[in-house]
């Protein structure tokens, strides 16, 4: 088993945003290595409270060892975020400070072969963020309907080539089934005509994240997840999500232009009906990058987009 390591993105930027202060109680919805987490802890010296979650148990056992140090400030669950009202009911806390979402795959889990979320080595098509619990990716692509297999390709891989890249599926998998990374990969391959392939992307790239989606339920945890954390947070206190992908960054955008609008009413409306006002701030107008220092050093951060937000 590989060592778990992942270079969190945007650190300076998290810590500006989210501005984490000493007795406060910060919530690390994607705990994975511990990085993000860190800094918060050392940022809120000497009694902030960090809550840290993620569905990864090998994520955890690395985010234990590396946030040891700060002893029982440092509160770790194998929990995903969306079931965070229930797990804050249970410990007891009533609101939080802050708020963080580090969304999408860990460097860890793309390059670990056996967790099968990469097309660059052969493995079981897994795609699990909890491998104790689910339905695998292999399980999906050979159960689900031709249909619903378009219909995940299209809409969470937003891929053009979702109904031939279905249909290459189904007859491949009436012969065989399809249970490895490299098979998926060249089926995909071979469905996309070699002229459509883009420069600089596999052409697996789309289908495998749709089916990554699909697996975890990311979207359906992203938007239950977001609406619980901001109902938890205590006025001043801030939310920070940084995405790696249009379909998250579209509905952390969204959401957070929801929370932020107030008055709902239509313009030609003489006054406000609806009695709607502004329960946010949102912070970032449009999302912040990542710098060309940080990319020279860590190239996956080229897609990482962060988005804040201040609760009024």
Not at 57 to 65: C, D, S
Not at 121 to 148: C, F, K, Y
Not at 252 to 261: C, H, P, S
Request: aromatic fraction near 6%; include cysteine; proline fraction near 4%.
């Amino acid at each position: 088993m590989a060592e778990f390591r992942h270079l969190s993105v945007l650190p300076a930027e998290v810590l500006r945003y989210l501005a984490p202060r000493p007795g406060g109680v910060y919530l690390d919805g994607t705990t994975g290595g511990g990085g993000h987490a860190a800094l918060v802890l050392e940022a809120s010296s000497p009694d902030g409270i960090l809550i840290g979650l993620d569905r990864d148990a090998q994520a955890l056992a690395a985010a234990r060892e590396r946030l040891a140090p700060f002893g029982e400030r440092a509160r770790l669950f194998r929990k995903n975020f969306a079931e965070l009202d229930a797990l804050l009911a249970e410990l007891g806390i009533a609101g939080i400070d802050g708020f963080l979402l580090d969304l999408g795959v860990s460097s860890y889990q793309l390059d670990t072969g056996e967790r099968g979320f990469s097309f660059l080595q052969d493995a079981p098509l897994d795609m699990r963020m909890d491998t104790g619990s689910g339905e695998t990716a292999a399980e999906l692509v050979n159960g689900l309907s031709e249909q619903e297999l378009t219909r995940i390709i299209r809409e969470y891989g937003e891929e053009r080539w979702a109904k031939r890249i279905a249909a290459f599926i189904v007859r491949a998998r009436g012969e065989a089934p399809i249970e490895t990374t490299l098979q998926l990969a060249d089926l995909v391959k071979g469905a996309i005509p070699r002229g459509a392939w883009e420069e600089r992307l596999h052409p697996a790239t789309r289908t495998f994240q749709a089916f990554r989606i699909a697996v975890n339920d990311e979207l359906g945890s992203l938007e239950r997840g977001l609406a619980a954390a901001f109902r938890l947070l205590k006025r001043g206190g801030r939310g920070v999500v940084i995405s790696f992908h249009s379909l998250e960054d579209r509905i952390v955008k969204n959401t957070f232009r929801g929370l932020a609008q107030g008055c709902t009413c239509p313009r030609d409306f003489p006054r406000c009906v609806c009695g709607n006002t502004p329960q946010a701030r949102v912070l970032t107008g449009k999302p912040v990058t990542a710098g060309e220092a940080e990319l020279m050093e860590n190239p996956r951060a080229r897609s990482a987009k962060l988005r804040a937000i201040e609760k009024l």
